[in-house]
Nanobody, 126 residues
Framework: QVQLVESGGGSVQAGGSLKLSCKVS????????MGWFRQAPGKEREGLAT????????HYADSVKERFTISRDSTTKALYLQINRLNPGDTAMYYC???????????????????WGQGTQVTVSS
């Protein structure tokens, strides 16, 4: 069983930056595809970025690849999402996700991930 706990969200002004964290615990000694998703009110959950723990390979959604950076601390197993140049369109609940597999194969869909955190809210004002 894998437990994920996000933190680092908050209210920021447009143009600012945030670094979201995902604390990972539980049995995670195999390789995983880990990712960040977000969901705004009335919208579907959107994949942002993934990282494969075996190789460190990353994938990004085209809409965010210039501003978002996914990373991982191999010692603590924590996952991070650096978000720069925030704009009101980034306002959403942000979720960390994980799925035990041997590749990521792109950003993927929410339905492909078995483990989820509770989310952290990001609100951007203009």
């Amino acid at each position: 069983q894998v437990q994920l706990v996000e933190s680092g969200g908050g209210s920021v002004q447009a143009g600012g930056s945030l670094k979201l964290s995902c604390k990972v615990s539980g049995y995670i000694y195999s390789t995983y595809c880990m990712g960040w998703f977000r969901q705004a009110p009335g919208k579907e959950r959107e994949g942002l970025a993934t990282l494969y723990t075996g190789s460190g390979a990353t994938h990004y959604a085209d809409s965010v690849k210039e501003r978002f950076t996914i990373s991982r601390d191999s010692t603590t197993k924590a996952l991070y999402l650096q978000i720069n140049r925030l704009n009101p369109g980034d306002t959403a609940m942000y979720y960390c996700a994980a799925d035990r597999r041997t590749f990521c194969g792109g950003v993927g869909r929410a339905s492909e991930f078995n483990y989820w955190g509770q989310g952290t809210q990001v609100t951007v004002s203009s």
